[in-house]
């Protein structure tokens, strides 16, 4: 739990009641949550967005928002879940997956699949729904280029869209550039070495999951007709993208924006079927006990994990 952003000493482990879920939710035994860098934002209450909802002080106290456990208790009126239903999902709104009891509402969650483990199923909600969404448009031959393609979203991000028949660059740290190429990416590029948007030739589509560059590097490095879209980054840059860059891409005859990813299962499941079918992989780079969260956190936010981390909680 914490009470106010700040860095990984403000998290601390406290007892407290099991909650009771209202209408429209339903209590999870959480057995796994995945880390994801949004975690680490919330935590640090940065970039701005991250304090949404809680300016001054974090709006939940209890992080981690990719679920995946047991239901053992259900709400007022709820009829699609059971108790003893295996169930996993983006808990965005309400958070507390870093916790052995979190509330989550139905609209959230959907059935795990048997052929997944909990860990497994953990890494998919937030992370798949962005890379699904993110690489909607690529296609056979197009050139696809995922900045920080090395972490969650983009270590599917490269499989989905090597699988469409992409060419993919990946962007990530050095010591991320093989694990991009295990994911199926041809080219790797060091953000540390090379700036990618004066590389040539210019992409067809940018996933870009750490946006912190002009909209003028963005548009330079965006083939006629091609699509740019963030997911995270710098607020300036967000904001940048969402007006400037909008104006840039249209009189170039590209387009720029920012991504609104849409969560519930209706967005993730796709990609659960595929890492059933063994036709994605999953990357569980650590597994950290639940008294470790803020060593996960720190993990996955100074820039170590290869693919996702999870928290084992049962
Ligand atoms: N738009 C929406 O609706 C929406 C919804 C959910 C989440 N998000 C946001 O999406 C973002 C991405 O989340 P994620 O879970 O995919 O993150 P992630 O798994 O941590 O991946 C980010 C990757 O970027 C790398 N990186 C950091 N700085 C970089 C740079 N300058 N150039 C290239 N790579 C860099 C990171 O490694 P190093 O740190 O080692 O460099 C990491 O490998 C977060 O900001 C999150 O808040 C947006």
């Given at each position: 739990m914490y009470d106010r952003y700040g860095a990984c000493d403000v998290l601390r482990i406290e007892d407290v009641p099991i909650p009771l879920p209202a209408a429209g939710q339903v209590r999870v035994k959480i057995a796994a949550t995945s880390a994801n860098l949004s975690d680490w934002e919330s935590l640090r209450g940065?970039?701005?967005?991250?304090?949404?909802?809680?300016?001054?002080?974090?709006?939940?106290?209890t992080l981690g928002s990719d679920i995946a456990g047991v239901v053992d208790e259900v709400g007022p009126g709820v009829t699609r879940f059971r108790r003893g239903d295996e169930v996993y999902g983006?808990?965005?709104?309400?958070?507390?997956?870093?916790?052995?009891y979190a509330l989550a509402p139905v609209s959230a969650l959907a059935d795990k699949p048997a052929g997944l483990t909990f860990a497994e199923a953990s890494t998919i909600p937030q992370a798949g729904a962005i890379a699904l969404q993110g690489i909607?448009?690529?296609?056979?031959g197009s050139r696809v280029l995922i900045n920080g393609a090395g972490g969650g979203s983009g270590s599917f991000a490269i499989q989905l869209s090597a699988q469409l028949g992409a060419h993919v660059t990946g962007v990530d740290n050095a010591a991320k550039q093989e694990f991009m190429r295990t994911m199926g990416a041809h080219d790797v590029i060091d953000f540390g070495r090379v700036d990618f948007t004066r590389?040539?030739?210019?992409?067809?589509l940018i996933l870009d999951l750490v946006a912190r560059r002009s909209v003028f590097a963005y548009r330079r490095a965006l083939a006629a007709g091609g699509r740019y879209r963030c997911v995270g980054g710098s607020v300036g840059t967000l904001l940048r993208v969402l007006t400037a860059g909008s104006v840039v891409g249209r009189l170039s005859g590209r387009s720029m924006g920012v991504l609104a990813v849409k969560q519930g299962p209706a967005h993730f499941e796709a990609l659960a079927d595929l890492c059933v079918a063994g036709r994605v992989k999953i990357h569980i780079d650590r597994v950290f006990a639940l008294d470790e969260v803020s060593a996960a956190l720190a993990h996955v936010g100074e820039g170590r994990a290869l693919g996702k981390v999870v928290v084992a909680v049962t």
């Open positions: 940065s970039p701005a967005y991250a304090r949404i909802g809680g300016l001054r002080r974090p709006a939940r106290r983006d808990n965005l709104a309400l958070k507390g997956g870093f916790a052995e909607r448009t690529a296609v056979a590389t040539a030739p210019p992409y067809d």
